[in-house]
């Protein structure tokens, strides 16, 4: 009997697996290739996908067969006690939410992506706002479904960082403001380096000849994955064997496009190194978004703006850029890529201001979820908190509120993550240092040690194990903000 | 009841649309980035695929729903009675395949496609054969399950052409030999015109830049589609508003791109121009691929094979490669465009030796659904057709039987549609005529009126007329093989 419905549940698992698969597909390619003229049909069929995934899930026979794994939960194996773990979790979110309403709102995110594109070229929020009113609506209700106890936006909350609360984030923002602003503000006290050199005409193809260049030596497997542009970067996995990641060339900004290459491959790495007898399951990825998020941190700012790895990766980038490099020094380079700055854009934040862009976020998220606002008030609430924060007002929609994808796709609960990422990944680098000399792997280019360290105490276990028991085993201790802090202090003091 | 079973057929055609459109995606991105580590899960999620779709339709739900409307056929609307007609052809069609049958074998067409692609770069049939073979004898068993009267293979070929069979198309490819076999024979005898200039250099980006300018010329609508490039060419509509073509560039064969993108533009337009009003349904989409050929071939040769169609197009041509055409006039290129000899490969070759080359599959085709063959003597007997037909003899594999991706692909019956479509095009060049001065048209580049013409003849009208009804609504006739011996010959004698 046990053995049956553990075949049962490996059987939900594909048919589960694959159709987010699909849904993943659709996904990616709406933002990348699809037609615009193609949409009403695009969110339709994202809409019959999510019914489909939702009527082969919600139903008396998965749940008796939860039911079943969970009360048998100690003849498990590990495996199949997290994946029935996780799909338990899964069917509580979304059980109670009526078929119709599920799929009328995948539909609702399909448009409201597209809506959000358009009104960001055209810096003209009021053609968003009723999308993301019925989205932040349609979220609310469906919170009210789930019927947790407390804070709805808890909830949320735990969707993308299990574990993590607004009690555990607002004491972490606190402890992050008190140490930032001052040295945000101490910044202007700084001498200036004049940095235009890197904002010059960069040819695009060049660009890419170095994206694809850095993917390699951070051993990105081409084979199991694929580079190209969106107007947003980001990563996807369909699986552990097709890692997909974009990025995005700036004609006069060299070092967009290859942080956020080098961003992307951060988070295509965890995936790609995922346990390969996992197969084709909901535990083939990324735990959390936390996680996630600080493995591409990690690679982004602990590893690759620290100046050891330009030693032998800054000459291959003097050869391709010969003549716009030509000049420039080692010591100028590094400058350029740690110069910290208050900025608008969240995507092209340096490391110490970047965490302001989401205490932004956060703050504005907890009062949509705290509070009955009106839509139309949100620009100005951004804008005032930029002031606030970071001493700079955004002009227009576009470098304000319609700069992020986030919301659009309804992805509520998700920001925190960010910052919670960064502060990981400071106490995984200072894991990391324990086991290997890490200035001296950098400066040798050896990226396969950190691969495959990372490999080891991370990404190998995918979503085996919960966020907090992966900081558990890759540092032996519970998360502590200080290290972050430490970081930041010692680079920015 | 009738007007709740006529809703629940909308709504179904919607989900079954919705799925097909998926699978669509699937195909789309597995022949264009998909990566090749990632073969197994997408061959998994594929067997998914099917079977969901398997799912959602052969049911008794769905059984008693055409059942019922079969019943009601006369008091429905045209468009109702039409997809009730066509899923009812469809049901019938897999309905007595086992489910695990039927996804297992979705899977083997995803893993024999992709050791086809491997085998043709390797030149290597033996890696390829053992996938021919199960796909070979699925499609028998298949076949047996249906249960048809009759060749099996008739019922393979009504797939793709209904109303076709083996016995018309004996007789129709009785005629062609008659008239063609001759005609190649008798192109030794003329005088031969150098053409290597065709097969210089031509930059690659400007060959893109050249088909991108044609796609436009012939009125494809970039908004609801997209162009990349792909092995082998082909044209997939997600929907009429996301129709996408691929082509392929040579660099020392500016030809083959340029004909290639206007041959996939031609099925293009067919799917942009369907009525807007039928939404993603089972009549959003060509009727049958004689149909859909025929508007391929109707542009690729009827049209742009037509002195006339250059005589503003060939300005723009040597604009683009300036210093790759110096000195070449517009008779050099009519002759090399128009230019007859027998060939390798099917998707390169003229008009006149074309129709051979899909004798040559459909022969082989016939044997093979007649009697149980062995798969290794393919090779020869492919290579021995071709000797006897064309006079020429393939040395290898991947210019022999490896070349096409049908059979990898399971599709046994569609070849001969190829043939099909070069003779409707002739039969529907020849009633456009009749409204429009055509040579005057073309002359003019006013691609509108062609596209036009044909849309309000034959692209408008999706699935929703069969193939015999469109051909009589077009040209008044019933189709007669006539018009394309009689441009052949016209053009070659």
Chains 1, 2 share one sequence.
Not at 101 to 120: G, R, T
Not at 216 to 230: A, H, N, V
Not at 295 to 319: A, D, H, I, V
Not at 434 to 463: F, P
């Amino acid at each position: 009997m046990l053995n049956k419905q553990i075949k049962k549940l490996n059987k939900l698992d594909e048919k589960l697996s694959s159709i987010k698969y699909m849904q993943a597909l659709l996904e990616w390619d709406g933002e990348t290739i699809a037609s615009k003229g193609g949409v009403n049909e695009r969110s339709l069929v994202a809409g019959e996908a999510s019914e489909i995934f939702f009527n082969s899930f919600i139903n008396d026979e998965v749940k008796s067969l939860l039911d079943y794994l969970n009360e048998h939960k100690n003849e498990l194996n590990e495996i199949t006690k997290r994946k029935a773990e996780l799909y338990t979790k899964e069917y509580e979110k979304i059980a109670k939410i009526p078929v119709e309403e599920y799929s009328e709102y995948a539909k609702l995110c399909s448009k409201s992506y597209a809506a959000w594109e358009v009104a960001k070229e055209n810096n003209d929020f009021s053609s968003f706002a009723p999308y993301l009113e019925k989205i932040i609506k349609t979220l609310k209700k469906f919170m009210g479904y789930r019927g947790n106890e407390g804070h709805p936006y808890n909830a949320l909350l735990e969707d993308y960082e299990p574990g993590v609360t607004m009690e555990v984030l607002d004491e972490f923002f606190d402890k992050l403001k008190e140490s930032i602003v001052p040295l945000v503000k101490n910044l202007q006290n700084k001498p200036k380096t004049d940095l235009s050199v890197f904002n010059q005409k960069f040819d695009l193809d060049k660009q890419d000849k170095v994206s694809k260049h850095l993917m390699d030596i951070l051993t990105f497997d081409q084979k199991r994955g694929y580079m190209t542009t969106s107007a947003h970067p980001f990563t996807l996995n369909l699986s552990r064997n097709d890692v997909r990641i974009t990025t995005h060339y700036y004609e006069n900004d060299l070092l967009s496009s290859i942080f956020s290459t080098i961003h992307e491959t951060g988070h295509a790495l965890y995936e790609q190194h995922i346990n390969e007898e996992f197969g084709l399951s909901n535990i083939t990825t990324g735990v959390s978004m936390g996680i996630h998020e600080s493995q591409s941190r990690l690679y982004e700012n602990n590893l690759t703006r620290n100046s050891k790895f330009w030693e032998n990766n800054f000459p291959k980038l003097k050869e391709i850029f010969k003549e716009e490099l030509d000049g420039v020094d080692l010591e100028l380079w590094n400058k350029a890529i740690n110069n910290a700055k208050p900025s608008l854009i969240r995507t092209e934040a340096d490391e110490l201001t970047y965490p302001l862009h989401i205490l932004i976020r956060y703050e504005l998220e907890k009062e949509i979820f705290s509070n009955d606002i009106d839509i139309n008030e949100l620009p100005k609430l951004w804008a005032d908190k930029y002031e606030e924060y970071l001493g700079i007002r955004p002009e227009n929609f576009s470098e304000g509120i319609l700069q992020d994808v986030h919301w659009a796709d309804g992805l509520f609960g998700y920001f925190p993550s960010y910052a919670l990422g960064s502060a990981y990944a400071a106490q995984f680098e200072n894991a990391m240092r324990k086991d290997i000399d890490l200035d001296t792997v950098l400066a040798n280019n050896d990226m396969q040690v950190v691969a495959d360290w990372l490999t080891d105490h991370i990404h190998k276990y995918g979503s085996l194990k919960t966020p907090v028991e992966i900081m558990k085993l890759a540092t032996g201790e519970k998360f502590d903000a200080k290290y972050f802090i430490e970081y930041l202090e010692r680079k920015f003091a």
